[in-house]
């Protein structure tokens, strides 16, 4: 990928986030993009950090801990794949966003470390709304107690909610799925008001336009802007 590619990518997917805002009725100022970089090298990085990029998400805490000396300024680092309770120690202070709280024992090692630190570790809920045995994530049912449960813990933050939509030929078939996490999200904001639900975490590169028109404010997107080669296999 060349510079100019990465560029013209990044203003064409801003130009459909706001079309697809648009044509739901929302405003696209709330949207925030974070730009997924697994097996993208450190320079590329840069080049999307050079049109505007500050956020970048990774998937695996190697690959994020090994990157991060060697993107120059500070950026906002979200963890957006499946955290091992034995790595938390390693990443715990270092992202902005952990979007893949998906258990008790995480949220309990999460808040420990972060009550070491003195910090207080914002994090959202992964819920796995499609159900699929390969996904991580709590069922819906689950999530309404969990996040009762977790706003005990002092060093934890619950902030929103985070699916990964299933693969599908057609996005529009994804579409029922954001929904049904958009529903979760507005019930549990009713329910604890005390919690400051803020994000709702879906959308990737196939289907952001739904998930935009769905109520996303936060999209993961890795091949829109790096293309396919970089971002490879996808790991949920
Ligand atoms: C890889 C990945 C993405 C980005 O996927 P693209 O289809 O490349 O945009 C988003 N979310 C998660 C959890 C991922 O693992």
Same mark, same amino acid.
């Given at each position: 990928?060349?510079?100019?590619?990465?560029?013209?990518?990044?203003?064409?997917?801003?130009?459909?986030?706001?079309?697809?805002?648009?044509?739901?009725?929302?405003?696209?100022?709330?949207?925030?993009?974070?730009?997924?970089?697994?097996?993208?090298?450190?320079?590329?990085?840069? =080049?999307? =950090?050079?049109?505007?990029?500050?956020?970048?998400?990774?998937?695996?805490?190697?690959?994020?801990? &090994?990157?991060?000396?060697?993107?120059?300024?500070?950026?906002?680092?979200?963890?957006?794949?499946?955290?091992?309770?034995?790595?938390?120690?390693?990443?715990?202070?270092?992202?902005?966003?952990?979007?893949?709280?998906?258990?008790?024992?995480?949220?309990?090692?999460?808040?420990?470390?972060?009550?070491?630190?003195?910090?207080?570790?914002?994090?959202?809920?992964?819920?796995?709304?499609?159900?699929?045995?390969?996904?991580?994530?709590?069922?819906?049912?689950?999530?309404?107690?969990?996040?009762?449960?977790?706003?005990?813990?002092?060093?934890? &933050?619950?902030?929103?909610?985070?699916?990964?939509?299933? =693969?599908?030929?057609?996005?529009?078939?994804?579409?029922?799925?954001?929904?049904?996490?958009?529903?979760?999200?507005?019930?549990?904001?009713? &329910?604890?008001?005390?919690?400051?639900?803020?994000?709702?975490?879906?959308? =990737?590169?196939?289907?952001?336009?739904?998930?935009?028109?769905?109520?996303?404010?936060?999209?993961?997107?890795?091949?829109?802007?790096?293309?396919?080669? &970089?971002?490879?296999?996808?790991?949920?």
């Amino acid at each position: 990928m060349e510079r100019t590619d990465i560029r013209d990518n990044i203003i064409s997917l801003r130009g459909e986030v706001c079309k697809a805002a648009e044509k739901a009725g929302r405003s696209p100022t709330g949207i925030k993009l974070v730009a997924v970089t697994k097996n993208v090298p450190a320079e590329v990085i840069s =080049m999307a =950090m050079e049109e505007g990029i500050n956020d970048l998400g990774e998937n695996r805490v190697q690959e994020l801990l &090994a990157k991060d000396p060697h993107i120059d300024r500070g950026v906002n680092w979200h963890l957006i794949g499946h955290l091992q309770t034995n790595k938390v120690k390693t990443v715990v202070g270092k992202i902005k966003l952990i979007h893949s709280l998906d258990s008790w024992r995480l949220a309990v090692e999460i808040n420990k470390r972060s009550g070491d630190l003195g910090i207080v570790s914002e994090v959202l809920v992964q819920v796995n709304i499609s159900g699929e045995k390969s996904k991580y994530g709590l069922g819906p049912e689950e999530v309404q107690d969990f996040i009762k449960d977790a706003s005990d813990l002092g060093g934890i &933050a619950v902030r929103g909610l985070m699916t990964v939509a299933p =693969m599908v030929d057609n996005p529009e078939e994804v579409r029922p799925v954001f929904r049904e996490l958009r529903v979760l999200f507005e019930g549990i904001k009713r &329910a604890f008001p005390g919690v400051s639900m803020e994000y709702l975490s879906m959308g =990737m590169t196939d289907d952001y336009r739904v998930a935009v028109e769905e109520g996303s404010n936060i999209l993961r997107v890795g091949t829109g802007i790096f293309g396919v080669r &970089a971002v490879g296999k996808i790991t949920r």
